[in-house]
C-alpha cells in the first residue's frame, strides 16, 4: 500500500468521524481536515505557524480552529474507537505525560514530574485517556486535557489528585459508555483518587506505591494502646507482603 493511499484513507476515516459529529459547519469541516492531513506530512515540529506555513490557511485560522470549545473531541476520537475496537472487554486507560516547554506566555506552563528524568521539570502536562481493546491487545486515545499549574489549581481550591478524578467524573457519560473500568499507575492509588471515582460507579484498577504503608485489623482484646483501640496493629511495608 503506497503513502498516497493511506493518506487518502487516513482522510476518509476522519471525514466519516466527523460528519458523525452533529453541527459541524462546511468552514470547520474544510479547515479540520486541512489540519488533520498536515499532522500526517509535516515532518518536523507541529505548531500554529507549521500549519500556516504548510496548510491551505492562514496561521490564525488554524489557531481560530483550535479553540472551538464546542467541538466534542472524545465523539470524534468514539467514532473511529468504536469501528476498530471490536472487542467485547474494554477498559480506560489514564496517564499523564510531560511535555518539555520554555517561555513564559504558554497557558498553566509550570513545573510537572517527568517519568523519564525521574524529577520534576518545567514544561506542560497532559493528561491521556486511552480505550484499552483487551481481546484484541490494542488501545487508541479517546481524549486529553492539558494539567493545570499549581497556581491556577490553588486559585481552584484543589490539588492535582483533584483534578484528575474531577475531570473524570466530568465526562464519566462519554467514558462510562465505553467501559466502568478504570486503569492507571501507582500514583493514582490514592483515597481521595479512589473513594469518589468509585461514588461514581467507575472500577479503578492500580497498585500500590513500593513504599505503601498498609495497616490490618486486629484480633487482640482491646488495651489501653492506641493502636489497638483504634482496631488497628502496627504497620506493614509492602515487601513484607510480597
Same mark, same amino acid.
Given at each position: 500500500?503506497? #503513502?498516497?493511499?493511506?493518506?487518502?484513507?487516513?482522510?476518509? @476515516?476522519?471525514?466519516?468521524?466527523? #460528519?458523525?459529529?452533529?453541527?459541524?459547519?462546511?468552514?470547520?469541516?474544510?479547515?479540520?481536515?486541512?489540519?488533520?492531513?498536515?499532522?500526517?506530512?509535516?515532518?518536523?515540529? =507541529?505548531?500554529?505557524?507549521?500549519?500556516?506555513?504548510?496548510?491551505?490557511?492562514?496561521?490564525?485560522?488554524?489557531?481560530?480552529?483550535?479553540?472551538?470549545?464546542?467541538?466534542?473531541?472524545?465523539?470524534?476520537?468514539?467514532? =473511529?474507537?468504536?469501528?476498530?475496537?471490536?472487542?467485547?472487554? #474494554?477498559?480506560?486507560?489514564?496517564?499523564?505525560?510531560?511535555?518539555?516547554?520554555?517561555?513564559?506566555?504558554?497557558? !498553566?506552563?509550570?513545573?510537572? !514530574?517527568?517519568?523519564?528524568?525521574? @524529577?520534576?521539570?518545567?514544561?506542560?502536562?497532559?493528561?491521556?485517556?486511552?480505550? =484499552?481493546?483487551?481481546?484484541?491487545? @490494542?488501545?487508541?486515545?479517546?481524549?486529553?486535557?492539558?494539567?493545570?499549574?499549581?497556581?491556577?489549581?490553588?486559585?481552584?481550591?484543589?490539588?492535582?489528585?483533584? !483534578?484528575?478524578?474531577?475531570?473524570?467524573?466530568?465526562?464519566?457519560? #462519554?467514558?462510562?459508555?465505553?467501559?466502568?473500568?478504570?486503569?492507571?499507575?501507582?500514583?493514582?492509588?490514592? @483515597?481521595?483518587? =479512589?473513594?469518589?471515582?468509585?461514588?461514581?460507579?467507575?472500577?479503578?484498577?492500580?497498585?500500590?506505591?513500593?513504599?505503601?504503608?498498609?495497616?490490618?485489623?486486629?484480633?487482640?482484646?482491646?488495651?489501653?494502646?492506641?493502636?489497638?483501640?483504634?482496631?488497628?496493629?502496627?504497620?506493614?511495608?509492602?515487601?513484607? !507482603?510480597?
Amino acid at each position: 500500500m503506497t #503513502k498516497e493511499t493511506l493518506l487518502m484513507q487516513y482522510q476518509s @476515516e476522519c471525514l466519516s468521524a466527523l #460528519k458523525s459529529i452533529a453541527n459541524i459547519h462546511k468552514p470547520f469541516e474544510k479547515t479540520f481536515m486541512d489540519a488533520m492531513k498536515l499532522f500526517m506530512a509535516i515532518p518536523d515540529r =507541529i505548531n500554529f505557524l507549521q500549519l500556516g506555513r504548510y496548510g491551505c490557511f492562514s496561521e490564525q485560522t488554524y489557531r481560530n480552529l483550535f479553540e472551538h470549545e464546542t467541538f466534542d473531541w472524545f465523539a470524534f476520537n468514539g467514532s =473511529i474507537i468504536s469501528k476498530y475496537l471490536t472487542g467485547k472487554r #474494554k477498559a480506560i486507560a489514564i496517564d499523564p505525560s510531560y511535555i518539555p516547554k520554555s517561555g513564559r506566555k504558554t497557558p !498553566w506552563i509550570g513545573y510537572f !514530574w517527568s517519568g523519564c528524568a525521574g @524529577e520534576y521539570k518545567r514544561g506542560l502536562e497532559i493528561m491521556g485517556i486511552g480505550v =484499552i481493546d483487551i481481546d484484541n491487545h @490494542e488501545c487508541m486515545t479517546l481524549g486529553s486535557i492539558q494539567t493545570p499549574d499549581c497556581k491556577t489549581l490553588d486559585n481552584m481550591g484543589k490539588n492535582l489528585v483533584d !483534578w484528575y478524578s474531577n475531570y473524570l467524573i466530568s465526562r464519566k457519560d #462519554k467514558i462510562q459508555s465505553i467501559s466502568r473500568t478504570v486503569v492507571a499507575d501507582a500514583f493514582f492509588s490514592k @483515597e481521595t483518587f =479512589i473513594t469518589p471515582m468509585c461514588e461514581n460507579d467507575f472500577h479503578v484498577i492500580s497498585r500500590f506505591r513500593n513504599d505503601v504503608i498498609l495497616y490490618y485489623p486486629t484480633l487482640e482484646r482491646k488495651q489501653e494502646n492506641v493502636a489497638i483501640q483504634s482496631g488497628l496493629t502496627a504497620k506493614s511495608t509492602l515487601p513484607n !507482603w510480597i
